[in-house]
């Protein structure tokens, strides 16, 4: 099992710029997570889906949608990029609630 | 939800034991605690969680005391590679973003 892959591993995007981050997982797990990480800083979750079908908003939503394409599948979309989302993105599932995470490698994001 | 406090950093030497205690004042009657450990440049990985009193696995042991106030994660016998960023999560709930974590720097 390959577990949670995300593409791509690196992007540079100039301000203005659209993107979608890709994340997929094998394990059969509902519910996916995309976090950011700013240097230095913890995780913040910016969107999570529970099940397929819905998505909910995190702490730190503004500026990104999701769409979660199938039990597999959760990306993150950025529709005009800011220097301020310069950031690690990481993605990560889990079966249940309560259950542990599984994180993905992450994508490492430059803004400029 | 419940709100984790935590060390920002400890240092330790190899072949010590170290434990990091985690606040949590306003824990749930339904909530776990969970630990994590993330190395630089990769996503954070499971450790251990528990309910209450104590959880040992291969890897840590999870002290908890009868309040469930706050929760001590123990390293026994942490070499190099025990390096790493903590974090102390608390709740099932899906809304959980990490802290800033325990960076544990462990020298030879």
């Known amino acids: 099992n390959a577990g949670v892959t995300q593409t791509p591993k690196f992007q540079v995007l100039k301000t203005g710029q659209s993107m979608t981050l890709q994340c997929a997982q094998d394990m059969n797990h509902n519910s996916m997570y995309w976090y950011r990480q700013d240097p230095g800083m913890g995780l913040r979750l910016i969107y999570y889906?529970?099940?397929?079908?819905?998505?909910d908003k995190g702490e730190v939503p503004n500026g990104y949608n999701v769409s979660r394409l199938n039990k597999r599948e959760f990306s993150l979309r950025l529709e005009s990029a800011a220097p301020s989302q310069t950031s690690v993105y990481f993605c990560?599932?889990?079966?249940?609630?309560?259950?542990?995470?599984?994180f993905g490698p992450g994508t490492r994001l430059t803004v400029t | 939800l419940a709100k984790t406090t935590q060390p920002i950093s400890m240092d330790s030497y190899e072949g010590q034991e170290v434990n990091i205690t985690c606040s949590h004042n306003n824990i749930a009657t339904n909530d776990y605690i969970t630990w994590y450990q993330q190395f630089p440049s990769q996503g954070p990985r499971f450790i251990i969680q528990g309910y209450k009193t104590k959880v040992t696995n291969e890897v840590a042991s999870l002290f908890i005391p009868a309040d469930r106030k706050s929760s001590t994660l123990s390293l026994p016998r942490v070499s190099l590679s025990d390096t790493a960023v903590y974090y102390c999560?608390?709740?099932?709930?899906?809304?959980?973003?990490f802290g800033a974590g325990t960076t544990v720097t462990v020298r030879a």
């Open positions: 990560a599932s889990r079966a249940g609630t309560g259950d542990e995470q599984y």
């Open positions: 889906s529970a099940s397929e079908g819905t998505t």
């Open positions: 999560l608390v709740g099932p709930d899906y809304k959980l973003s």
